[in-house]
């Protein structure tokens, strides 16, 4: 899909006047008057000014956020201007260069060919090995985030963020938002099988690497770019961006609905699956199948889970952006299950078993 094909109007309550004053006289490339669309996902804005020149705005959700450490974009800034100051749009914001390509929303690209759907899908995977071959501290990164054990830091972090989003209410029908389902459970499984990651060394974590976040070249099948840096941190990015960017052949999600609860993908799908994950091993020189995999999967749908019950928090404090937030929101429950479905599956177990 054409990114141009991304944005509407804009939704959220900004000052288009105080916005276009500021980047006028703060970014000189910019030629007035400023055209402002909203992509219809986030919060993030698709700007053209006088001389056709794209550029993308990319902000804060509105409003107190529940987590501190969520909606970082502050961290993905590396481009044009990083703007603190809430006086202007309400939150912080940053603008970069506008790639122009292809997304794809859809993860069975359809009108794709077969050959055509697995050259993105391994230009995805040479791009992951291309990230996590790069040295922090060689290029100014060292500091970026801590470089103890990630999944240590991730599991304390994520079980404190699922505690305090379970128990917002709704404003309109003073219900809470409730539980990912077996988190205390998960929570104590993680704790207990968390991998060594003492060998590895800290290395870039994208922190979102699913289909949805890459532009591919508008006519060739290689990734040009890669958003969404928000969740970035240090770790090791293989085993568990991997795990992120095949969980579709974990689940199939229905769409729009989520009526269906879950659909292990068995036919074909698997195949995609151990294509990418042994190109992964062969382009890092590592054994397949990945050691901790398990872990991994698991612990990404928990993390999944935790997000996504992050939008419902939202939706209940009337904070969501996103025009599918509603949709995204009904399935975090489906997201606990199969964290806890993925390590029963190969023969652990997770909390106490029942009586026989």
């Known amino acids: 899909m054409d990114t141009t094909r991304q944005f509407g109007q804009v939704r959220a309550n900004i000052d288009l006047e105080t916005l276009t004053r500021y980047l006028l006289e703060n970014v000189e490339t910019l030629r007035g008057p400023i055209d402002v669309k909203q992509f219809k996902s986030n919060p993030t804005y698709f700007l053209t000014d006088a001389n056709k020149t794209k550029f993308v705005l990319r902000k804060k959700p509105a409003g107190e956020l529940i987590s501190k450490t969520a909606h970082q974009v502050e961290r993905e800034y590396t481009h044009i201007i990083l703007c603190e100051d809430k006086s202007i749009i309400g939150t912080p914001f940053y603008v970069m260069k506008f790639v122009d390509g292809r997304i794809f929303t859809d993860t069975t690209m359809p009108g794709m060919s077969v050959q055509e759907r697995r050259e ?207 949709v995204y929101a009904q399935a975090f429950p489906l997201y606990g299950r199969l964290a806890k479905n993925v390590i029963e599956e190969s023969g652990s177990w997770v909390g106490p078993r029942g009586k026989l």
């Not at 689940?251 to 995609?272: E, G, M, Q, Y």
């Open 120 to 326: 993105c899908w391994l230009s995805a995977v040479a791009a992951l090995v291309a990230l996590g071959s790069i040295s922090p501290a060689a290029v100014g990164l060292s500091s970026f985030a801590p470089s103890s054990d990630y999944f240590l830091r991730q599991t304390k972090s994520f079980g404190r963020l699922a505690s305090t989003q379970a128990a917002v209410v709704d404003l309109d029908t003073k219900r809470p938002v409730g539980d990912v389902p077996y988190c205390d459970e998960l929570l104590a499984w993680y704790r207990k099988n968390l991998p060594d990651e003492s060998k590895t060394g800290p290395r870039i974590v994208h922190g979102d690497y699913k289909l949805d976040n890459f532009i591919f070249h508008p006519t060739e099948n290689r990734v040009l770019a890669i958003l969404d840096w928000e969740l970035s941190t240090l770790g090791n990015p293989v085993s568990r961006t991997l795990s992120v960017l095949t969980m579709p052949w974990t689940i199939r999600l229905t769409s729009p609905s989520w009526a269906a609860t879950s659909r292990t993908c068995r036919k074909n799908n698997p195949s995609r699956s151990r294509i990418s994950s042994a190109s992964t091993c062969r382009l890092t020189n590592q054994p397949y199948p990945i050691k901790d995999i398990v872990f991994v999967r698991s612990f990404m749908f928990f993390r999944g889970g935790v997000i996504l019950q992050g939008i419902a928090a939202r939706i209940a404090r009337k904070q969501a952006s996103s025009e599918r937030a509603y």
